[in-house]
């Protein structure tokens, strides 16, 4: 069988690389990929962007692909798994409707509400002075989020009323995120100890991968701005078997069922992002409609299941009795970044060290493109280093290892991914 990924990062790759390795799968192919894909084994790029459904559409059709996997959110909002069942292509994700927990802050969060889901208290604004009143009533911090999609940017999370009035001046006024931007919701701020929670969803039934923990600032100790995700790490200490059982009760169960419940139901990779409070409580900051990235690169490296079927019994709606396995080691990830990301960086500058290849670890890539032989950087996030062990220092030494082989112009990267995990120890 022929399978196709659609998108072009880090997610993309790992996503790429393990279902080449399920049963059945002849070839992989990647719409429109990156370096890391143009060159993984049985895998082959197609130049064809994520948004362009109705391409994709026949592009697949003409190669006889089989089954269809979605990395990134765009396509999802767009409605390419519509397109494609409706046309007798399996394809494996959300309708764009179900699509909007994603697509829309202002849905899901009204979503969480009507459904008694553990969240943020909130508000949405469009008019900009209704916005600055409500941020100068409740004070900061105050986290001020575009209401659609922003690739991971279109969050602020505010430690002075100034900055979050800035915020929402730039979202509301100046247009920083386009249409995304032209709605806001402004929600209370909450403290603790971030996860990521990523299921299976067939429709009625979750299962639940390997837990995991990004960094998603672009400094050391979680400071300065978000960026899409600067390192992860699975599993995630902070979750273990009883909040693992409290996050399924009290947030994806009720999830499936309301989005059931309201006619759409939810089929796909089902992302929670969720804030650990001290007291130990699980609340929902983010949904994500597809595999969270960077977390997709350490998950994908632990997972032992073959990942074509499991997406393939959600699909038919078969999950009922369906268990995914994991490595029981660490996996640990860490960004590689191009020097400025998130604000302005360069691009083209050729990347040394890939060849140097090292037991336990993997470089995904992400921001790259293929140059006649030489891969060079072609993005913010260009590479995903991830390394394994039977602890976080052992992940962590490994990843850190396999980095000090890579280099380019202005290379970036945080050196203390995992922290909160070593702590922990």
Known sequence: MKVLVIGSGGREHALAWKLKQSEGVEEVLVAPGNAGTALEPGVRNIDVAGEDIGVLLEIAKVEGVGFTVVGPEAPLVAGVCDLFNANDMPCFGPSAQAAQLEGSKDFSKEFLVRNDIPTAAYETFSDLDKAKAYIRAQGAPIV?????????????????????????????????????????????????????????????????????????????????????????????????????????AEIIEPTLAGMAADGIPYVGFLYAGLMISAEGDPRVIEFNCRFGDPEAQPVMMRLQSDLLAACQAALAGELAHF?????????????????????????????????????????????????????VTNGGRVLCVVGMGETVANARARAYERIELIGWRDRYFRKDIGYRALERD
């Not at 909450?190 to 990004?214: H, R, Y």
């Not at 970044?337 to 140097?356: N, Q, R």
């Open 144 to 248: 001020v989020k575009a209401d659609g999609l922003a690739a991971g940017k279109g969050v602020v999370v505010a430690t002075s009323e100034e900055q979050a009035l800035a915020a929402v001046e730039d979202m509301l006024s100046r247009s920083v995120f386009g249409e995304a931007g032209a709605t806001v919701v402004i929600e209370e701020f909450l403290s603790g100890e971030e996860a990521s929670f990523i299921c299976l969803c067939d429709g009625t039934t979750a299962v639940p991968f390997a837990s995991s923990q990004d960094h998603k600032a672009i400094f050391e100790g979680d400071k300065g701005p978000n960026t899409g995700g600067m390192g992860a790490y699975s599993p995630a200490p902070v979750i273990d078997d009883a909040l693992h059982e409290r996050i399924m």
């Open 323 to 375: 268990n995914l396995s994991f490595d029981p080691r660490v996996a640990l990830g860490v960004v590689m970044a191009a020097g400025g990301y998130p604000g302005s960086y360069k691009t083209g500058d050729p990347i040394s060290g890939l060849h140097k290849d090292l037991l336990d670890t993997k470089v995904f890539h992400a921001g790259t493109c293929l140059e006649e032989d030489q891969v």
